[in-house]
């Protein structure tokens, strides 16, 4: 008989169950597996797909679709996660009651829904200490919601807005003390920071790393945006960036340069794999179209590669 490859469906299969007490031996219709085979099969049996909330941004800002609309679609479609951006709460900036924020926890663990990241919108390259101060205490008063939530990271900005006349290093300063003061507090409540790259203040590999070690905080990482790096090879930056991500956007486009093309999911996810990650893929589709069916489409062709 002719020997077959052994295929990663069916070594999950067979270590599933080894793990209830049957013995795995290679046989003769299998290769003998490698750690390496193992080792694959682990990570990606630890990769698991949630939503980003901003792929309803229209829907959910014009009021024609709630959280708890949000979190029901993701419990029929079987997202295991969801990503609320803090503005997607009625009030923003100001932190909802808890009696909102409990309802929503309430609601995501009966739904068996975990929630990742809140998020928020903070902007630290203005040079004005005062007007930063306010934005760390945007920051601060969501790391307690996030906290209340349940949610085990807050989304911030390095920022954007200011255009005053500053080099990126003297800017990089200021910005990485604000951020390692929000990540002592938010320390102290169980939240990791999540600094996403947004083509903002920071647009490539190297800015990115470059203030990241700045930060040198064990309560940040990066919430890595690939669709982000307007560069010659963004799959080169996401690469580069990939062993700081402690979660991620997936995005249905990526930029070369300034031309958007489809994403290249198998590449994306075996950038994932290679570094190691464990965890959420959160999924984000932007633009024009209906957000049902691009994210029904996206969900589809992310599930494929896994």
Same mark, same amino acid.
Request: aromatic fraction near 12%.
């Given at each position: 008989m002719e020997r077959k490859n052994l295929n990663r469906r069916d070594f999950a299969?067979?270590?599933?169950?080894a793990g209830t007490g049957m013995a795995f031996l290679p046989s003769a219709g299998m290769e003998t597996v490698t750690n390496k085979q193992v080792?694959?099969?682990?990570?990606? !049996?630890? +990769?698991? &797909?949630?939503?980003?909330?901003?792929?309803?941004?229209?829907?959910?800002?014009?009021?024609?679709?709630?959280?708890?609309?949000?979190?029901d679609y993701c419990a029929k479609e079987g997202? !295991?996660? +969801?990503? &609320?951006?803090?503005?997607?709460?009625p009030g923003y900036p100001a932190v909802p009651s808890d009696e909102t924020i409990y309802h929503i926890r309430r609601k995501a663990f009966r739904l068996g829904i975990d929630l990742g990241?809140?998020?928020v919108r903070n902007d630290f390259t203005w040079s004005d200490p005062a007007k930063r101060a306010e934005e760390k205490k945007l920051v601060k008063e969501w790391i307690?919601?996030?906290?209340k939530l349940g949610a085990p990271g807050l989304r911030i900005f390095s920022g954007n807005l200011s255009k005053e006349n500053y080099s990126w290093?003297?800017?990089a300063k200021w910005i990485a003390a604000d951020i390692r003061e929000c990540a002592d507090f938010a320390g102290d409540h169980g939240v990791m920071l999540a600094l996403q790259n947004h083509n903002d203040f920071l647009k490539t590999a190297e800015e990115t790393e470059k203030l990241l070690t700045l930060i040198n905080h064990e309560w940040v990482g990066l919430m890595l945006d690939i669709g982000s790096y307007h560069t010659a090879d963004p799959y080169k930056d996401i690469a580069a960036n990939s062993k700081y991500a402690i979660t991620w956007q997936i995005k249905?486009?990526?930029?070369?340069?300034?031309?958007?093309?489809?994403?290249?999911?198998?590449?994306?996810?075996d950038i994932v794999r290679k570094c190691g990650f464990r965890g959420y893929l959160p999924l984000e589709t932007l633009g024009t179209g209906d957000p049902y069916v691009k994210v029904r489409d996206l969900l589809a062709k992310v599930r494929a590669v896994l």
């Open positions: 299969l067979r270590s599933m169950l080792s694959d099969v682990r990570k990606s !049996e630890n +990769l698991k &797909i949630s939503l980003n909330a901003y792929s309803f941004n229209t829907p959910l800002r014009d009021g024609k679709m709630t959280l708890d609309d949000l979190l997202f !295991e996660g +969801l990503d &609320i951006t803090g503005y997607y709460f990241c809140t998020g307690i919601a996030a906290h290093d003297e800017k249905e486009k990526v930029f070369f340069n300034e031309n958007q093309v489809d994403t290249d999911f198998t590449r994306v996810l």
